[in-house]
Every structure is written in C-alpha cells, then in structure tokens.
C-alpha cells in the first residue's frame, strides 16, 4: 500500500534539506550531528533513566518486569506562534469541559436544551451516581487535563482525546527535558526554550488553591495504587517535586467525613487528595467493594465537602468517546465562540447519514466502540481484512449507537533516530492544562510521543513506543534577565 | 511523617546493613578457607559462616555434606530462597525503597536501584575470582549508599534509616561474635585458649576492625581481646556498644523532633547502661554464650517497641 506522505513538522513537505521557517537552527543540529553522536548519547540517557528507575512495569509480564520507554534524542520543536495557538485553544477547550461536567452533575442545562443527547449522558457507563448532585470545593471537577493532539498540516491540529480523569505521562515530559539539556547543551545555546521545569510549582499551587474554603494551610497528598502500578514512577515523583505525601489507602481513613492520614506523630488532617487511582477503587463502600485500594468512607467525605478530589469523582463523562464527537457543540454553547482546535471529524454511527456514510466508507475509516478503549473493538479500514471489514459492517447494523468512525488521519512526522538513521516517525502530541480555583496554567511543553515502527501510527507505550521533548521557542517578548551579582572567591 | 514510610524507611536501613554484612562475611570467609588446609578444614570454615545468619545445621546434626564455598556463597549472597540473602536483602531494600521514594534523596534511591541492579538476575557466584568482583561491587555499593545518606536532609526519613542500620548492625556483631566463638573453640578447650590466628583475623576483617585491634591493644591476637573489641569499644561503630549507643542518640533525635518518646528510648537506654556497666571478664565468668543470646533478645525487643511507638503497619 503507498503510503501518502505526511507533513514533517521539521522539514513540512521538503525531503531533509529546508527547514520550515522557525526550525532552520534545529534543522542545522540535525544535520550537524553525526548519527553515531545521537546514538550515543541516547544510549547515555537510556542509561541513565535505568539508573534513576524511570520506569513502567507492565501488566501480566512477570518476566518483563520494568521497562524504560525508549527515548529518542531529536527534539520537536513549536514556534511560539504555534503554541499561543495552541494554548488558548487549550484553555479555551478545558473550561468548556469543567463547565460541561459541572452542568451534568448539576442543573443539566444542556441536555435540557437538547445540544447534547440525555441517553448520551446517563445511561452512560462513565456517569457517576455517586457524584450526581455534589458539587467541588471551588466547583472545579477535571484539574488536570492531558489533551492528545494531533496534527496533519502547518495548520492543522486537532484534539483526538480528552484525558479528563487522571492523565499520565508529565514526569516523562520533564526527565527528558533534563537528559535534554544534560546531553546536547548547544542546541539550547541556540535555542530560546521556553522551560517547563515549573511545572511541579504550578501543580502544587494549583492543588493549595483548589483547597476546601477555611483551611488556611492545606494538606495535600498523592494518592497512588502503591509501587506495582504502572505509573508509579510518576506518583512518586510528582509528590516528591511537589513536597506532599504520598499515600496508599491503606495510610488514609475517614472519620465523621473528615480524610485523616496515619503519620509517625498521629492521625493528620487532609485537604486536598490528587489521586491516581480511578473512580471504581475510589471507596469500597461507594464502588467496588473488592477493591483494597481505596479509602472507605472517602465518597461521603467529599460529599460533605471536606476534602477535594482531583481530579473530580465522575469527570471520566468528560473524555468518553460518544462525548468527545459533541465537543464542538459543547465548547460553543459554554464559551459562545467556535472551539479553537477542532475534533477530528467523527461520525456518530447512531446517526442514520452518518451510519450510512461509515458502512460505505469502511475501507477508508476508523470505527471505535464507544465505550472501548486501548485499541479493543476497533476497525482500523485501511489494514483490516475483508473478514474483518464484514464483521463490522454487521455488528453496525445490529447496534449502530455504540459507534463512532473517524478518517484516518496522516499523522505529522518527526525526523527520529532508528537503526537505520534518522528517519520520519509519526507522533501525538499531549500537552498538560491545570485548573486551579482562579486560574488555567499550561506549561509550554508536553509529552511526544512517538511510534518507532516505521509507517506505524502506535505511539503507546504499552506497544512499543516512544517520547522525545517537545521544545517551545520563547516569543518576541522575553521575561527580563535577573541581575546576576557574582562573589568573589577567596583564596 | 507516614507511619508506613517510616517502617519502610527503618526496614530499608536493616536490610541494606544485613547486605553489606553479609558480603563482608563471605569475603572473609573466602579469606579464612583459601588459608585453611584440607577439603574438611574449608568446609567446616563455610558452614561456620552460615551458621552466623542462623542457616548452619540444626543444634544437634551433623553438617549436610557440600558446603562448598560454591554453595555457601550462592545460599548467602543469591538465593533468592534465602530471605537473608543478599539477593533478597537488597531486593527488599529496593521494593521498600520504591515505595517510600518521596521520602529518599534521589542519590540514596540511586545508590539501592544500582546496588540491585548490579546483582541483578546472578544465581551463580561463579569462580572464586568472580565472587570477589561480585564482593568488591556490592562493598562499593554500600559505600555509595552510605555515602549519599550522609548527604540526606537531617529529617526523619534520615533517622528511620540510621536507626534500622544501627539495630540491624548490633544484632550482626553479636551474632558473628556467639558462633565465631563457639565454632572456633577447640574441643576440649576452655574459652580463652590458644586459637588459630589466622581464624580471628577473619572475624576481624568481617567488622573492619583489624588495624583497630593493633590501635588499642598493641598486642597479638588474643580472642579474649577480639571479644572486648566487639563488645565494648564503642569507638567501633560495629562493635555491640557502639550500635547500643547510636540506636539511644538516633531515638533522642526522632523523640526530639518529633515528640515521641515512649518503651523503644527507655528499653534502649536500659540496654545501654546495662552494657557500660560490665566488662569482659564479667561477661566470660557469666557466659558469652548467654550475654550475646540476651543481647539478641533484648534487640527484638526495642525492635517491636520501635515499630509499636511510631505505628508502623
């Protein structure tokens, strides 16, 4: 199958010898650098993010035991142009979003004028009772956001996901940064890379603001599934940058609805919870009474509005699939303008010209399960077979309303270094937005990710792909220099 | 402080202690059995050395035939079967040092991750030569941990792991001195005879304290000597005293900042005062034997009232 030929973000449609405007000097380093340099230092950080233990463990492979996420040296790079673009459309999109879970949870304005279907919403798997009708310190449900991006174009960038429950992946964005600039120091002499090693503060401040009303200096915790879990790395790092506890359940309990923590000197009281555990093991006595993970007694807590959650119970009804295609609608009718980062074009199937469209297009699209996720139930048409493409169609026509299909899209590429040299990868892009109680921050940067496989459009990590930084050059306005006072050195 | 990252704290500075113990056992086991003569002679000086972490025959047994130097080495430093092992110290350690990681420097999280990682998947110590490089890598690796927790912040999480290393430490010393002794002894010999140098050398070396003893008795080997050294000399911080004293000042430092004083300072001190009040000759007319078994006792005990006052889990 020819494949077409997507727009690098370093050379746009040229073949490796003009860079884009805004990208000559990476353009120069790449070319600069001899291969066996970049190869060498990215065996230097592969090594040493072994030695610092940055690592995933992955589910059911005793054997495999921890891996790295394999790291690739070549940067990406965004002008500032392209990320103040890109920001407010960020911003623009988590409001709508917190505004959207706010309102379900709440009067429901927006079902009750029809924008968004109400079987969409409650009878879907990921409305949450137990959160219907409490309403979050500071009325704010999705904190943190972790929004996939994709892009086919100069301009064309489009919001494939909305990770509105307990996004993961910004430890990576900041220790590539800090191999970054431990292993080619020169590209950011050339370089004005805007830093993101503030994002750690960000959270924290974003955390203390989002506090229940009345407590003057809040406690905040990390609460994490413990040092099996996959993203463990990461808990322990963001509570460890951010100078908080990091708590399993097993440390919390819960009496009269307020959240204590078990420490050496007695039980202390917690304010705020960031947790990285899902809804499901939130509270046994709420949800799955199974599961050890959780705190019981932690739902009626925040109900009471004792504690803060974040990211808010019941926010997974932000970032469901058969939501995510009412995006447009829902960022028109909270923030009154057109969403400043469009959907990938999605065809509800439980749309009579949709369905017919997405039964004569199969070949051409990709069909997903509304509520499926890492690649189950899903039809990718370009590489499926006839067998395949069959089975779809029938299972379409028996329950046409638990799909959407989308285009295939020609993922933008990223020069990247493989075995064979430096080779266009395709790449995603998600970039990290906080919510706190005055304010949306996003730092300039995010996570890349990026698929080794040559042509492959599988940039998980779980299947083999990787991360790369993702530099953001500083705009025409630059933050004042602080006066450096240097002491003289006795002898 | 979390009440679980302490004990993981504690548990960490036991097993990394109990590690680097070890290691220094085999080496100086793989020391004595190179000057040993004779296959029986070799053999009686490895089983000696797992008699020392509590895996020698049972009282009354004869010794299973095969303590290889082989063997021992495998059962002590990579059997994974052997909870005591080095292996399954520093894994432990490690599993331990994952989840308390906020509470870590990243240096000292560093130090335990290279430590496991160097022994990695090993289970055979392999040739002679091979098992010394292993020694010499897991003592640089101590090293390298002790090294970055004495640039730790001054905070509890620093005083948990002191105080693990210092119980653990006490309870090594004694443990190596009672079978040392014991074993040594020639039969029909009262304790206080004429022993093979080279054999308290070995001891020595285990608890870097041989150009200590020439320091303070500026005499031969004498096991009486050997004794007192690892008892009393507080100025040896893996002598008995010495960890008695450093696990009364680290709970002083804990109860200080903390405000948690209770059992585990009072029965420390009490062990403390109760070592400064004797001496050698005192401990020999009422039994080594049963000094170091009270010894071993009373640190089980300040062990569970440790756990008890800060509430691990």
Redesign the interface.
């Given at each position: 199958m020819a494949r077409r030929k997507a727009f690098d973000e370093l050379w746009g449609q040229g073949a490796g010898e003009t860079a884009r405007p805004g990208f000559e000097q990476l353009g120069d380093w790449l070319r600069e650098t001899p291969v066996h340099e970049l190869a060498r230092r990215q065996a230097m950080a592969e090594a040493a993010f072994r030695s610092l233990g940055i690592t995933f463990s992955v589910y059911g492979d005793e054997q495999a035991g921890e891996r790295i996420i394999p790291f690739d040296i070549i940067p990406r790079l965004f002008t500032a142009a392209e990320w103040s673009g890109l920001s407010l459309g960020l911003e623009q999109r988590v409001r709508a979003l917190n505004a959207f879970v706010a309102d379900v949870y709440g009067p429901r304005h927006i079902l009750k004028d029809g924008i968004v279907p109400e079987d969409i919403i409650l009878g879907n798997p990921q409305f949450c009772i137990p959160a219907n009708g409490a309403v979050p310190p500071h009325g704010i449900y999705t904190h943190i956001c972790g929004i996939d991006i994709v892009r086919t174009g100069a301009d064309d960038f489009f919001v494939l996901e909305d990770n509105a429950r307990t996004p993961s992946g910004v430890s990576y964005m900041l220790e590539n940064r800090e191999a970054m600039l431990r292993l080619c120091p020169e590209l950011f002499a050339q370089l004005e890379v805007q830093p993101i090693d503030t994002y750690p503060d960000l959270l924290r401040d974003m955390l203390y603001s989002v506090a229940p009303r009345g407590s003057h200096s809040p406690v905040c915790v990390l609460l994490t599934p413990g040092h099996y879990n996959s993203a463990f790395y990461e808990h322990s790092f963001l509570a460890d940058s951010m100078g908080i506890e990091l708590v399993e359940g097993r440390d919390l309990e819960v009496a009269d609805d307020i959240v204590y923590m078990r420490t050496i000197e007695g039980k202390v009281r917690v304010d705020v919870i960031y947790r990285r555990i899902d809804d499901a093991f939130l509270d046994p006595l709420t949800f799955n009474p199974e599961s050890g993970l959780g705190v019981p007694g932690l739902m009626a807590a925040y109900r009471a509005g004792n504690v803060t959650i974040v990211n808010a119970p019941g926010t997974g009804i932000a970032d469901d699939k058969a939501v995510y295609s009412f995006m447009p609608e829902i960022v028109r009718y909270y923030m009154g303008e057109e969403a400043r980062i469009p959907n990938v074009e999605t065809f509800r199937c439980r749309e009579p010209e949709a369905l017919r469209y997405t039964l004569d297009h199969l070949e051409q699209l990709v069909v997903k399960l509304v509520d499926g996720s890492g690649g189950y139930g899903m039809l990718v048409g370009p590489t499926a077979s006839k067998q395949q493409i069959a089975d779809f169609r029938a299972a379409l026509i028996a329950e046409p309303q638990r799909y959407i299909a989308q285009p295939t899209l020609a993922l933008s590429t990223v020069p990247t270094l493989t075995d064979a040299g430096v080779a266009p990868r395709h790449v995603d892009f998600r970039p990290f937005v906080l919510s706190g109680a005055e304010r949306v921050t996003i730092v300039p940067g995010g996570l890349t990710r990026v698929a080794l496989e040559d042509g492959s459009l599988v940039v998980n990590s779980s299947q083999g792909g990787g991360t790369k930084d993702s530099l953001i050059i500083a705009g025409p306005v630059q933050a004042e220099q602080e006066e450096q006072h240097a002491l003289p050195y006795s002898r | 402080?979390?009440?679980?990252?302490?004990a993981n704290l504690y548990w960490i500075g036991r097993y990394m202690e109990r590690a680097e113990f070890t290691t220094r056992l085999i080496e100086a086991t793989l020391r004595l059995s190179s000057l040993s003569y004779g296959a029986d002679a070799a053999s009686a000086t490895w089983e000696s050395a797992l008699a020392v972490v509590g895996r020698g025959p049972a009282p009354g047994q004869t010794a299973a035939p095969g303590a290889t130097a082989f063997n021992v080495c495998r059962t002590l430093a990579l059997d994974l079967d052997n909870p005591n092992s080095i292996r399954s110290c520093l894994s432990r350690a490690r599993?331990n040092a994952?989840?308390a990681?906020?509470a870590l420097s990243?240096e000292v999280?560093?130090a335990i991750?290279?430590a496991w990682?160097d022994v990695g998947d090993r289970t055979s110590p392999g040739s002679v030569q091979h098992t010394l490089a292993l020694i010499d890598s897991l003592k640089a690796s101590s090293r390298g941990f002790e090294g970055a927790l004495a640039r730790m912040l001054r905070h509890?999480g620093f005083w948990f792991m002191r105080l693990g290393s210092a119980v653990e430490r006490g309870d090594n010393s004694a443990r190596l001195l009672d079978v040392k002794y014991y074993l040594l002894l020639p039969k029909g010999q009262k304790v206080g005879g004429v022993l093979d140098r080279d054999q308290w050398t070995a001891i020595l070396h285990t608890v870097s304290a041989r150009n200590a003893y020439r320091l303070f008795y500026r005499d031969t080997l004498k096991p009486w000597l050997v004794a007192d050294l690892l008892l009393f000399r507080s100025e040896l911080p893996r002598s008995v005293a010495g960890a008695s004293a450093e696990v009364v000042d680290l709970l002083a430092e804990i109860g200080g900042r903390?405000?948690?004083q209770g059992e585990a300072d009072r029965l420390a001190r009490l062990r403390h005062s109760r070592l400064t009040d004797t001496n050698i000759d005192e401990v020999f007319r009422s039994g080594l034997h049963e000094f170091l078994k009270d010894y071993v006792a009373e640190n089980a005990r300040i062990d569970a009232a440790i756990s008890q006052q800060?509430?691990f889990?």
């Amino acid at each position: 199958m020819a494949r077409r030929k997507a727009f690098d973000e370093l050379w746009g449609q040229g073949a490796g010898e003009t860079a884009r405007p805004g990208f000559e000097q990476l353009g120069d380093w790449l070319r600069e650098t001899p291969v066996h340099e970049l190869a060498r230092r990215q065996a230097m950080a592969e090594a040493a993010f072994r030695s610092l233990g940055i690592t995933f463990s992955v589910y059911g492979d005793e054997q495999a035991g921890e891996r790295i996420i394999p790291f690739d040296i070549i940067p990406r790079l965004f002008t500032a142009a392209e990320w103040s673009g890109l920001s407010l459309g960020l911003e623009q999109r988590v409001r709508a979003l917190n505004a959207f879970v706010a309102d379900v949870y709440g009067p429901r304005h927006i079902l009750k004028d029809g924008i968004v279907p109400e079987d969409i919403i409650l009878g879907n798997p990921q409305f949450c009772i137990p959160a219907n009708g409490a309403v979050p310190p500071h009325g704010i449900y999705t904190h943190i956001c972790g929004i996939d991006i994709v892009r086919t174009g100069a301009d064309d960038f489009f919001v494939l996901e909305d990770n509105a429950r307990t996004p993961s992946g910004v430890s990576y964005m900041l220790e590539n940064r800090e191999a970054m600039l431990r292993l080619c120091p020169e590209l950011f002499a050339q370089l004005e890379v805007q830093p993101i090693d503030t994002y750690p503060d960000l959270l924290r401040d974003m955390l203390y603001s989002v506090a229940p009303r009345g407590s003057h200096s809040p406690v905040c915790v990390l609460l994490t599934p413990g040092h099996y879990n996959s993203a463990f790395y990461e808990h322990s790092f963001l509570a460890d940058s951010m100078g908080i506890e990091l708590v399993e359940g097993r440390d919390l309990e819960v009496a009269d609805d307020i959240v204590y923590m078990r420490t050496i000197e007695g039980k202390v009281r917690v304010d705020v919870i960031y947790r990285r555990i899902d809804d499901a093991f939130l509270d046994p006595l709420t949800f799955n009474p199974e599961s050890g993970l959780g705190v019981p007694g932690l739902m009626a807590a925040y109900r009471a509005g004792n504690v803060t959650i974040v990211n808010a119970p019941g926010t997974g009804i932000a970032d469901d699939k058969a939501v995510y295609s009412f995006m447009p609608e829902i960022v028109r009718y909270y923030m009154g303008e057109e969403a400043r980062i469009p959907n990938v074009e999605t065809f509800r199937c439980r749309e009579p010209e949709a369905l017919r469209y997405t039964l004569d297009h199969l070949e051409q699209l990709v069909v997903k399960l509304v509520d499926g996720s890492g690649g189950y139930g899903m039809l990718v048409g370009p590489t499926a077979s006839k067998q395949q493409i069959a089975d779809f169609r029938a299972a379409l026509i028996a329950e046409p309303q638990r799909y959407i299909a989308q285009p295939t899209l020609a993922l933008s590429t990223v020069p990247t270094l493989t075995d064979a040299g430096v080779a266009p990868r395709h790449v995603d892009f998600r970039p990290f937005v906080l919510s706190g109680a005055e304010r949306v921050t996003i730092v300039p940067g995010g996570l890349t990710r990026v698929a080794l496989e040559d042509g492959s459009l599988v940039v998980n990590s779980s299947q083999g792909g990787g991360t790369k930084d993702s530099l953001i050059i500083a705009g025409p306005v630059q933050a004042e220099q602080e006066e450096q006072h240097a002491l003289p050195y006795s002898r | 402080m979390l009440s679980r990252t302490a004990a993981n704290l504690y548990w960490i500075g036991r097993y990394m202690e109990r590690a680097e113990f070890t290691t220094r056992l085999i080496e100086a086991t793989l020391r004595l059995s190179s000057l040993s003569y004779g296959a029986d002679a070799a053999s009686a000086t490895w089983e000696s050395a797992l008699a020392v972490v509590g895996r020698g025959p049972a009282p009354g047994q004869t010794a299973a035939p095969g303590a290889t130097a082989f063997n021992v080495c495998r059962t002590l430093a990579l059997d994974l079967d052997n909870p005591n092992s080095i292996r399954s110290c520093l894994s432990r350690a490690r599993d331990n040092a994952r989840s308390a990681r906020n509470a870590l420097s990243s240096e000292v999280w560093q130090a335990i991750n290279r430590a496991w990682l160097d022994v990695g998947d090993r289970t055979s110590p392999g040739s002679v030569q091979h098992t010394l490089a292993l020694i010499d890598s897991l003592k640089a690796s101590s090293r390298g941990f002790e090294g970055a927790l004495a640039r730790m912040l001054r905070h509890e999480g620093f005083w948990f792991m002191r105080l693990g290393s210092a119980v653990e430490r006490g309870d090594n010393s004694a443990r190596l001195l009672d079978v040392k002794y014991y074993l040594l002894l020639p039969k029909g010999q009262k304790v206080g005879g004429v022993l093979d140098r080279d054999q308290w050398t070995a001891i020595l070396h285990t608890v870097s304290a041989r150009n200590a003893y020439r320091l303070f008795y500026r005499d031969t080997l004498k096991p009486w000597l050997v004794a007192d050294l690892l008892l009393f000399r507080s100025e040896l911080p893996r002598s008995v005293a010495g960890a008695s004293a450093e696990v009364v000042d680290l709970l002083a430092e804990i109860g200080g900042r903390t405000g948690r004083q209770g059992e585990a300072d009072r029965l420390a001190r009490l062990r403390h005062s109760r070592l400064t009040d004797t001496n050698i000759d005192e401990v020999f007319r009422s039994g080594l034997h049963e000094f170091l078994k009270d010894y071993v006792a009373e640190n089980a005990r300040i062990d569970a009232a440790i756990s008890q006052q800060f509430r691990f889990p």
